[in-house]
Every structure is written in structure tokens, then in C-alpha cells.
Nanobody
Framework: QVQLVESGGGLVQPGGSLRLSCAAS????????MGWYRQAPGKERELVAV???????NYADSVKGRFAFSSNNAKNTIYLQMNSLKPEDTAVYYC?????????WGQGTQVTVSS
């Protein structure tokens, strides 16, 4: 069983920044897919950013130009840098990683954007 441990959430004012981290207990060197999703109260979980093993990263239209996905293979960790945060970015953020047909989710970290 692979463990994904998230960190970095919190309360931030509109226009501020946060960086989320997700550390895996397994090497991500040969991973097929990794990314971030979020779920706001009363809404379905939605894709924020996803990196495919072919090298492409896709972002939700709502976060393009503000959020950036990155990874560090040596640390088996992925990141989501979030800039210019808006109140509508408030949600629980989940990391997701997949090796072949086996996929795992982080426990979720709360991001609240409010003045």
C-alpha cells in the first residue's frame, strides 16, 4: 500500500500564495500519472492539474496562469504552487498518483482563501 502525505494547506488572504506538497512512500520515477484535485463544499471533486508520463501537464481553465505543478523525483514528492489565490479556490485539495492501474489519493488538505 502506497501512502501519500499532503502538507501545506492553510488560510491565506485573496491574492496570496501557498505551496502544497505530497510525498509518496514509493518512487515516482516510473509513475504514469500524478496531479492535484480539489473539492469545494457541496461540489464534486474536480481536476486542478495533472501530469502524464508523456511529459505534458494539463490545468483546469480556472487556475491556468496562477497555479503550477512540479515534482522532485529524488524526494518522491509533487507540489502545487498556487499564486494569486481567489476565494473560489477554497476547497480541500487532494493529490493523486497512479502506477499502471493502481491509483492512490492523499488525505486532503484544506485551503481557505478569505480576508
Amino acid at each position: 500500500q502506497v501512502q501519500l502525505v499532503e502538507s501545506g494547506g492553510g488560510l491565506v488572504q485573496p491574492g496570496g500564495s501557498l505551496r502544497l506538497s505530497c510525498a509518496a512512500s514509493r518512487s515516482i520515477f516510473s509513475i504514469n500519472v500524478m496531479g492535484w484535485y480539489r473539492q469545494a463544499p457541496g461540489k464534486e471533486r474536480e481536476l486542478v492539474a495533472v501530469f502524464m508520463s508523456g511529459g505534458s501537464t494539463n490545468y483546469a481553465d480556472s487556475v491556468k496562469g496562477r497555479f503550477a505543478f512540479s515534482s522532485n523525483n529524488a524526494k518522491n514528492t509533487i507540489y502545487l504552487q498556487m499564486n494569486s489565490l481567489k476565494p473560489e479556490d477554497t476547497a480541500v485539495y487532494y493529490c493523486h498518483m497512479g502506477w499502471g492501474v493502481t491509483h492512490y489519493w492523499g488525505q486532503g488538505t484544506q485551503v481557505t482563501v478569505s480576508s
